[in-house]
């Protein structure tokens, strides 16, 4: 089992940035695929960014440029790098892991920009 745990979210204003962490309570160089998700009120939850165990990643259109993940197995952490916030990036954001026979999910962190 993973247990994963979030940290870093808050209240930004537009145009600032938010850096997330997600903690894993083991090792995560064996975790084949590592992922933010968000969920905003009303709304489905929705990939972010997604970074496989051989770094490859992948970004949500809207959140391409703005938005870079990394992982450091070194630490078992996570991260999401959130500049330019937009009101549209405010959700609960979720850390996901997949180790190719489960998935596990973090509680979320809530991450609020003001207009």
């Known amino acids: 089992q993973v247990q994963l745990v979030e940290s870093g979210g808050g209240l930004v204003q537009a145009g600032g940035s938010l850096s997330l962490s997600c903690a894993a309570s083991?090792?995560?160089?064996?975790?084949?695929?590592m992922g933010w998700y968000r969920q905003a009120p009303g709304k489905q939850r929705e990939l972010v960014a997604s970074i496989t165990k051989s770094g490859t990643t992948t970004y949500a259109d809207s959140v391409k440029d703005r938005f870079t993940i990394s992982r450091d197995n070194a630490n078992n952490t996570m991260y999401l790098q959130m500049n330019s916030l937009k009101p549209e990036d405010t959700a609960v954001y979720y850390c996901?892991?997949?180790?190719?026979?489960?998935?596990?999910w973090g509680q979320g962190t809530q991450v609020t920009v003001s207009s």
């Open positions: 996901r892991a997949n180790t190719g026979f489960s998935t596990y």
């Open positions: 083991r090792s995560i160089f064996s975790i084949l695929g």
